[in-house]
């Protein structure tokens, strides 16, 4: 794998979808629950999920602090309300033991590996978690590695079948140029989600088809 055929994906990509607008930046740890609530549930839902949370709870210590069945409640809507509510409390309760506050602001003035190094030390916050918190909050470089992007870039090839997606987030993360790797996360989701779907992706309609190892192998499986 190339950093050019990376960059002609990125090329095609942008022919064919809207214009890339990054979005507005969250605090730190606002990113950082918002990550926790958008597993394995849709943005829309994770996104009404941290608003009821934020209008429950108006400060984290708050959250940290109430029953976590009160928070479970606050996040339903975002599915696995139970879990998330654990994860969310105790990754608040460890940043309050560790800074004396729910304050993440001095990942400021660490460099990329040991922001990502501190997130990750944080109960139950994996590569994924961190590089969203990295590229959406704090504007570095980082390429969140979600479902959508480890399906679409194990099928064109970039990574091995059967790669877990903390395992794919190393591999992928050197090979894409460190400028685009916020546009390409984003471009790859969008790409997941409306042609390289899951179940019955839409090959015929791909602009990546000549450059996919799924898609070749899909086309020259197809009956004549």
Request: contains cysteine; hydrophobic residues 40%.
């Amino acid at each position: 794998m190339s950093r050019e055929r990376v960059l002609e994906v990125l090329r095609r990509l942008r022919a064919g979808q809207k214009e890339f607008v990054p979005g507005p930046a969250l605090p730190v740890v606002d990113q950082l629950v918002a990550t926790v609530l958008s597993q394995a549930t849709s943005d829309v839902n994770s996104g009404r999920a941290f608003a009821r949370l934020k209008e429950r709870f108006p400060v984290w210590e708050q959250v940290a602090d109430a029953p976590v069945e009160e928070v479970a409640d606050a996040i339903r809507c975002g599915g696995i309300a139970q879990r998330k509510a654990r994860r969310i409390q105790e990754i608040l309760t460890a940043v309050e033991e560790r800074e004396g506050a729910i304050d993440l602001g001095r990942l400021d003035g660490l460099d990329d590996e040991a922001a990502e190094a501190y997130l990750t030390s944080l109960p139950g916050v994996g590569p994924k978690t961190a590089a969203c918190v990295l590229v959406f909050s704090m504007g570095r470089a980082a390429f969140p590695v979600d479902t959508h992007v480890h399906r679409v870039t194990t099928r064109l090839g970039w990574v091995p079948p059967g790669t877990s997606a903390e395992r794919a987030h190393r591999l992928l993360a050197p090979l894409v140029p460190p400028p685009v790797r916020h546009e390409l996360h984003v471009r790859l989701i969008w790409h997941g989600r409306t042609t390289c779907r899951a179940r019955r992706p839409r090959c015929e309609e791909c602009v990546l088809l000549d450059v996919c190892a799924y898609g070749r192998l899909s086309r020259r499986s197809e009956p004549r």
